[in-house]
């Protein structure tokens, strides 16, 4: 069998630096959802994970529902947050290296107490109103790309997707216009 050099060709131009590194995150991302399913019997998805931790702190009754499952939703939601900042702190800083991952490419490398750290170029206002965009659109599409995209699709669940579609659709044309205006970081 003969490999179609036009397919090859634009795998090229849409990963120039190769598939390996979207291989490697995406089956760790598959790992871990089927650890926590095969644990828990509940599909994993980012935006649950964060309505169980509110559980702690408040008393409105669509948090309370996820009271008898809050603690290994909290650990998730913390090993998100941890395994970022490890990531920005090892490989991205630059401390550990890997042909996965090309340090310091993207932000900004400093140095604090003898440790190379990672900082985003992108503004702070822009990461607030990005995430608050996310969690209006978590609410509204009644899940997080983590839920649908992985579990849901996974399933077959119509739902997810048509959520998976609308997500990448607004993402794409977002994209496109923001270069089209110039926009940076």
Same mark, same amino acid.
């Given at each position: ?8 060709q634009a795998a090229?131009?849409l990963f120039p630096?190769g598939v390996s590194?979207y291989? +490697?995150?995406g089956l760790?991302?598959g ?5 926590i399913y +095969?644990?828990?019997? $509940?599909p994993?998805? =980012?935006?649950t994970? @964060?309505e169980?931790? @509110?559980?702690y ?6 948090f309370?529902?996820?009271v008898?499952s809050?603690? %290994?939703?909290?650990v998730?939601?913390?090993? $998100? ?7 920005? =702190? ?14 310091g490419?993207t ?10 750290? %990672?900082?985003?170029?992108v503004q702070? %206002? ?6 608050i965009l996310?969690?209006?659109?978590t609410? $509204?599409g009644?899940?997080?790309t983590?839920g649908?995209g992985v ?6 669940s ?7 579609v609308?997500?990448l659709?607004?993402? $794409?044309g977002?994209?496109?216009i923001v270069?089209a @205006?110039g +926009?940076s970081?």
């Open positions: 069998m003969v490999a179609d050099p036009v397919a090859l090229a131009d630096n590194r291989a +490697v995150g760790l991302v790992l871990g959802t089927v650890v +095969v644990g828990t019997g $509940i994993a998805g =980012a935006s994970f @964060l169980s931790t @509110l559980s702190v408040s008393g409105q009754s669509r309370q529902q996820y008898g809050r603690d %290994w939703r909290l998730f939601t913390a090993g $998100i947050v941890l395994g970022g900042l490890a990531f920005a =702190a090892t490989v991205q800083s630059g401390v550990v290296t890997s042909s996965l991952y090309e340090p490419t932000g900004q490398l400093y140095e604090v107490a003898g440790v190379t750290l %990672w900082s985003t170029a702070p %206002w822009r990461l607030f109103l990005g995430g996310v969690g209006v659109g609410r $509204i009644k899940g997080c983590s649908h579990c849901g699709v996974g399933s077959a119509k739902t997810s997707l048509v959520g998976v609308t997500f659709t607004v993402a $794409i977002t994209a496109q270069a @205006l +926009v970081p």
